[in-house]
């Protein structure tokens, strides 16, 4: 008759998990170096390396919904941009809605990044967006203004609802 061992599930939580690897540290006869030492116990825990249980633990920052309620009433039933924003923070946060659907490393003219734009605004003025993403560090532009490029950046939470919220209409 062969007995079979059950492991015992212990869930451990580590408030202080430098702490934890400096005492750990302390009672090994050769210990590595502070940093291996938390990227073993990272490991241990399954993450491919300290870097990546950081990313994981951290909290994610949450889209306030009374932003996104408001930068929504600026879009038609379409998801299209009825009219620019007055104030400042509203503008980037419509402005990302537009970024997100301009292709990311391609290079367009001003006559072909103004025709994305006017697909996405009901409003026929892609001189004012194309400058505003401009500004806003959304689009980069040459020199001599003849070819514009989306720059890559993480959008807000916010912009994140809410180009969510405009995919799903």
Same mark, same amino acid.
């Given at each position: =008759? ?7 599930? !212990?869930p451990l939580a580590i408030d202080d998990l430098s702490g934890f690897a ?5 009672? %090994? ?7 291996? =030492?938390?990227?073993? !116990?990272?490991?241990? /825990?399954? *993450?491919?390396? *300290?870097?990546?249980?950081? /990313? ?33 923070? =509203? ?5 990302? +809605? ?34 505003? =993403? ?13 070819? *514009? +490029? ?11 609802? %809410?180009?969510? /919220?405009?995919?799903?209409?």
């Open positions: =008759m062969s007995t079979f061992s059950r492991r015992e599930t !212990i400096r005492a750990l540290r302390a009672s %090994l006869d050769a210990p590595p170096s502070h940093q291996q =030492m938390l990227g073993l !116990i990272a490991r241990a /825990a399954g *993450y491919r390396n *300290y870097q990546q249980l950081r /990313a994981q633990a951290e909290p994610k920052p949450k889209a306030d919904p009374k932003q996104v309620a408001r930068a929504l009433r600026h879009f038609d039933e379409h998801g299209r941009l009825l009219r620019f924003p007055g104030r400042t923070a =509203m503008q980037a946060l419509c402005l990302a +809605s537009i970024w997100a659907r301009i292709p990311p490393r391609q290079v367009f003219n001003e006559r072909e990044i103004s025709a994305r734009i006017d697909l996405h605004c009901a409003f026929r003025d892609a001189a004012q967006i194309r400058r505003s =993403m401009v500004e806003n560090r959304m689009l980069t532009r040459t020199c001599d203004g003849a070819r *514009y +490029s989306r720059i890559e950046h993480r959008p807000s939470p916010e912009a994140l609802a %809410l180009i969510a /919220a405009l995919q799903k209409l």
